[in-house]
């Protein structure tokens, strides 16, 4: 594919090459219209979006998908298949918000579909699934997220591993490419524990049947007699046999951590090389104490105490992510990602210590200046932050 024809792919491409051959005909220039300028960057990358239920689909037994449109009717900001809104709520008086991958496909701006599926434990998407209505004011961010294909460095043939409600940001490429009749090849390799969990299985299984350049692989985990598809685990051998030239396909994975987590190490020793597999973050571990340098005799049960500097104080579990504890005892921060990648949380910790996982990808100059990323930093002693 031409290069040309690959920025034409580009969701929103087409609308700056236009205004820009509308300037360059009048002889305008960038400074003259600054306000223009500015204008149309918060109308493609908005702060907060007034969104609401428009409808509500049931897709498994704890799944729903909630079709999202703008709350003026007004066509909503454009994005990249892969990307998610950052959903604002409040619960019995907790201000908080949970990332969502956009389950539609970019070409239909008058809504998002966000599926959601119960979390064990879960807050939110306890909330979503018993108590969102049609007709409810929602608000969220604008689109965010770098885990979507890059026409100029993924390639065409693009393999996707999914595991529970990871398939949701999949549905959403898939999507895309057979809608913008895109010249890529696409294998979804689906995990789940049981055949009931599969998400968009009609659907799925519909397009799969017709769709030359789309291949699905069901893999049931814990699978009854009459389940479809590869029962078991995946292993290098499976995946070796599945995937003819393993080591030039695009990976993307998206699931649970520890999902992720095999997904990678089984690419890596198959050879496929690290810049070829992309990985959506999954929200904070549950399980910090089981990665290296957690410190040692620390319990995720222990009661520590946080201080916001010149605000008050409170008590709360090591276990419990910073972000989380901070918005249960009413005071906030920036967030988008709540996966330790955007940053956006950050706080700085004044006296303590917090254990930063795998997943906080902290810069050098955070850890220079003692900021930490308050989605996925574990209080492991008494600590003092400033918001
Ligand atoms: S919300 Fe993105 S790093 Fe914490």
Not at 20 to 44: M, P, W, Y
Not at 100 to 109: G, K, T, W
Not at 265 to 281: C, D, F, N, P, S
């Amino acid at each position: 594919m031409s290069e040309h024809n690959v920025l034409n792919g580009i969701v929103g491409y087409q609308e700056v090459w236009q205004s820009k051959a509308a300037l360059e005909k009048t002889g305008s220039n960038f400074q003259e219209i600054k306000q223009d300028v500015q204008k149309t960057v918060e109308r493609i990358h908005p702060k907060r979006l007034s969104l609401k239920v428009d409808r509500i689909i049931e897709e498994t037994a704890s799944t729903k998908t909630f079709r999202l449109v703008s709350s003026t009717g007004a066509v909503l900001p454009p994005f990249q298949a892969g990307q998610y809104i950052n959903v604002f709520v409040d619960i019995n008086g907790v201000a908080t918000a949970r990332p969502y991958a956009i389950a539609s496909s970019p070409a239909h701006r008058h809504y998002y579909d966000l599926t959601i599926k119960r979390a064990e434990g879960g807050f939110v998407s306890h909330f979503a699934l018993d108590q969102l209505k049609e007709e409810q004011a929602l608000t969220s961010s604008g689109p965010m997220g770098t885990f979507h294909h890059n026409p100029l460095f993924h390639g065409e043939d693009l393999v996707f591993l999914a595991g529970g409600s990871g398939s949701v940001p999949a549905r959403s490429m898939l999507l895309d490419i057979l809608e913008r009749n895109l010249p890529y090849r696409f294998h979804l390799i689906y995990v789940n524990s049981f055949e009931h969990d599969v998400i968009y299985a009609k659907e799925l299984r519909a397009l799969a049947s017709t769709q030359a350049n789309f291949t699905l692989t069901e893999v049931v985990t814990r699978p009854t007699s009459n389940s479809q598809g590869h029962k078991g685990r995946l292993t290098t051998e499976f995946l070796s046999n599945l995937v003819p030239s393993i080591t030039d396909k695009m990976f993307y994975i998206c699931g649970p951590t520890p999902f992720n987590e095999s997904c990678i190490t089984l690419l890596t020793q198959l050879g496929v090389k690290r810049r070829r597999i992309r990985v959506e973050a999954n929200g904070a571990p549950k399980r910090p104490d089981l990665q290296q340098n957690w410190p040692e005799g620390v319990s995720l049960n222990e009661e520590v105490t946080v201080t916001v500097k010149g605000k008050g104080s409170y008590k709360t579990r090591v276990g419990e992510p910073l972000l989380n504890s901070l918005e249960t005892h009413g005071f906030s921060t920036e967030n988008a990602c709540r996966s330790g990648e955007c940053s956006l949380c950050r706080v700085k910790l004044v006296s303590g210590t917090v254990f930063n996982p795998s997943e906080a990808h902290l810069r050098k100059s955070d850890r220079k200046f003692g900021w930490i990323y308050s989605c996925v930093a574990f209080p492991t002693s008494d600590i003092e932050v400033l918001l």
